[in-house]
């Protein structure tokens, strides 16, 4: 079993940055997919972005496609979610989360960190 941590989440203004990391505990996370998801107050949780096991290959939604970079360093057990020119419409708890089959799709991740308030003001 592995537990996820993320944090670096606030408030930042538009235009700005953050770093979101997620840190694995309990197995190695070279073992798994990670995938970057978030939810706004009243909406379903959506994709943001997914990365595969060594880094090679990686997925973003295309409302973010351009502006976050996720990675990953497996020596480290960590994750990370670079969100540069962020955006009101960017506001959400992120979540990462864990899986064995790389997709998009939240049902298909079996672990689940508590998540990170990401807070944009305009």
């Known amino acids: 079993q592995v537990q996820l941590v993320e944090s670096g989440g606030g408030l930042a203004q538009a235009g700005g940055s953050l770093r979101l990391s997620c840190a694995a505990s309990g197995r190695t996370l070279s073992s798994y997919v990670m995938g970057w998801f978030r939810q706004a107050p009243g909406k379903e949780r959506e994709f943001v972005a997914a990365v595969n096991w060594n880094g090679g290959r990686t997925n973003y939604a295309d409302s973010v496609k351009g502006r976050f970079t996720i990675s990953r360093d497996n020596v480290k057990n960590t994750v990370y979610l670079r969100m540069n020119s962020l955006k009101h419409e960017d506001t959400a708890v992120y979540y990462c989360?864990?899986?064995?089959?790389?997709?998009?799709?939240?049902?298909?991740?079996?672990?689940w960190g508590q998540g990170t308030q990401v807070t944009v003001s305009s």
């Open positions: 989360a864990a899986g064995s089959v790389y997709n998009t799709a939240s049902e298909l991740y079996d672990h």
